[in-house]
């Protein structure tokens, strides 16, 4: 079944659910996610980004039980908005500015000005992908065949820019001089494998040990193929850079995200990975019913020619 518009408001309303489900862990509802983790993000950025952040977990953290189950009940009902046709124009609104105030607050914009940011940590920030996502697939009544985004705002070539957009940026992050220093990669992959069950952390362990050695190699690799990944969406066949770009994100939500963390208990969101593969089946190129028909009449000419020739 193509993935139309409706079916990736559907897929993006389940990951939101999700993120609503995970924000009601008991570890949430305690002083440490407002100290430990909220405050945290803003360690190493920029005073503009930094002071912002921290000011806004000081001023959460006397309250923080009550204001955490705000924050969940919100992405919750963002999730079952997008689930209810009627209502998913609302819940598009209100995922907007969600976005905005986690994507500052929250992620302190996916944390790429610490100059260490990279896809593997998660750059340019799970939540600024819900956006994205959420732009594309906004309801018009269009009903268009080429792609889920072409029935969007934006259509079909406004997916291929943001699709090429988000890999660019990251291709950029990966270049900085931290990104591909001797076990800058290595570091990254096993900096998230605490907490995690014993097999996630396996992988992660082994595949970091593995890339002590070879790391700036492999993350100047990574950069390039970030950048042929984005700037495929504009080739004759894009799908071959979307289908690229969610394989390889698949792979790192893995071995490099450990699944957001979403099995340690203090894990809010399942990161970037899902979320690129969405982006990629939002902007996957379907063929059309009339080339579907042009392809169907061309294997039945040659069909009969075949048939011709074996009656000669």
């Not at 993000?41 to 204001?67: E, K």
């Amino acid at each position: 079944m193509k993935p139309t518009q409706r079916l990736i408001q559907i897929v993006l309303g389940v990951i939101w659910l999700v993120d609503g489900i995970l924000q009601f862990q008991p570890y949430m509802f305690t002083k440490s996610f407002a100290t430990d983790t909220l405050a945290g993000v803003g360690q190493g950025q920029p005073g503009f980004v930094a002071h912002p952040v921290t000011a806004m977990a000081a001023f959460l953290t006397p309250h923080i039980a009550f204001w955490n189950a705000i924050f969940a009940t919100i992405q919750v009902l963002i999730g079952v908005g997008l689930l209810i046709r009627r209502t998913v124009k609302p819940a598009l609104v209100v995922s907007f500015g969600w976005v905005i105030a986690v994507w500052w607050f929250a992620e302190a914009f996916g944390q790429m000005l610490n100059g260490s940011a990279t896809i593997v940590s998660g750059a340019p920030g799970a939540v600024l992908l819900y956006g994205i996502i959420g732009v594309l697939v906004w309801p018009t009544g269009l009903a268009k065949e080429v792609s889920a985004s072409a029935s969007g705002p934006f259509g079909d070539m406004g997916g291929r820019v943001a699709w090429a957009a988000v890999w660019m940026i990251d291709a950029v992050l990966q270049f900085l001089p931290a990104n591909h220093a001797k076990g800058a990669l290595s570091s990254s992959v096993t900096a998230v494998v605490s907490g995690e069950p014993s097999l996630l952390a396996s992988i992660s362990n082994h595949v970091g040990n593995a890339l002590h050695g070879s790391g700036p190699t492999v993350a100047i690799l990574l950069g390039i193929a970030e950048v042929i990944i984005g700037l495929g969406a504009f080739s004759r066949r894009p799908n071959i850079a979307l289908m690229t770009g969610a394989a390889l994100a698949l792979v790192i939500w893995v071995v490099g995200q450990d699944l957001g963390g979403i099995l340690t208990g203090q894990g809010t969101d399942p990161n970037t990975g899902p979320l690129y593969i969405l982006l990629a089946f939002t902007c996957y190129q379907w063929p059309s019913k009339v080339a579907e028909r042009v392809s169907a009449r061309r294997v039945k000419v040659t069909e009969g020619a075949i048939d011709r020739l074996a009656g000669i």
